[in-house]
T-cell receptor
Framework: LAKTTQPISMDSYEGQEVNITCSHN???????ITWYQQFPSQGPRFIIQ???TKVTNEVASLFIPADRKSSTLSLPRVSLSDTAVYYC??????????????FGKGTRLSVIA | GAVVSQHPSWVICKSGTSVKIECRSL??????MFWYRQFPKQSLMLMAT?????????EQGVEKDKFLINHASLTLSTLTVTSAHPEDSSFYIC?????????????FGPGTRLTVL
């Protein structure tokens, strides 16, 4: 599975847009990019998944450049409740499937009032 | 979406005792379940992959005789920490695979906090 690199931590004020970038230089042709959110003492929660270009859902947007060597998770107008750890994962196929998800260190986002 | 539950949500035990943690898929049949461990301020680390009706596959460095995994049905997998010691205190999380018709997805349980005194 492709290794990912993310910033260890980020701070943001409420109402701002937050962009978290993940590097995955060794991404394979059949790899998808998936982002999870984890609150303290809870299991990870799926946020968004994409293969190329841009994906948007009710929670976030995912931007993937043409070379797919990086991706950016964009959280619009964050609130205090968005304070969490965000994980970028790269792996074959759709969300997980029969392949165990390998988590990197993640990015600890702190939203400040 | 699909729901995965874990029981108990937290447990405190004495050193040397065994603790069983259950992972259930509530509204789907999970052919594969995964067990993770997470220490404070650290990421999730995969411990083992459990397939219904067969032996679990353990990651390197995880003692299979200490962390017993049983996946006896399509909706239940159990992790038993045998002869627990304080260094086994951690947050244990399972995920279950739903090989649905429209998508093949993993769902995570809420986790179980184990504290060994």
């Amino acid at each position: 599975l492709a290794k990912t690199t993310q910033p260890i931590s980020m701070d943001s004020y409420e109402g701002q847009e937050v962009n978290i970038t993940c590097s995955h230089n060794n991404i394979a042709t059949n790899d998808y990019i998936t982002w999870y959110q984890q609150f303290p003492s809870q299991g990870p929660r799926f946020i968004i998944q994409g293969y190329k270009t841009k994906v948007t859902n009710e929670v976030a947007s995912l931007f993937i450049p043409a070379d797919r060597k990086s991706s950016t998770l964009s959280l619009p107008r964050v609130s205090l409740s968005d304070t969490a750890v965000y994980y970028c994962l790269v792996g074959p196929g759709l969300i997980g499937g029969n392949t165990p998800l390998v988590f990197g260190k993640g990015t600890r986002l702190s939203v400040i009032a | 979406g699909a729901v995965v539950s874990q029981h108990p949500s937290w447990v405190i035990c004495k050193s040397g005792t065994s603790v069983k943690i259950e992972c259930r898929s509530l509204d789907f049949q999970a052919t594969t379940m995964f067990w993770y461990r997470q220490f404070p301020k650290q990421s999730l680390m995969l411990m083992a992959t459990s397939n219904e009706g067969s032996k679990a596959t353990y990651e390197q460095g995880v003692e299979k005789d200490k962390f017993l995994i049983n996946h006896a049905s399509l909706t239940l997998s159990t992790l038993t920490v045998t002869s627990a010691h304080p260094e086994d205190s951690s947050f244990y999380i399972c995920s279950a695979r739903d090989p649905g018709v429209l998508s093949d997805t993993q769902y995570f349980g809420p986790g179980t906090r184990l504290t060994v005194l």
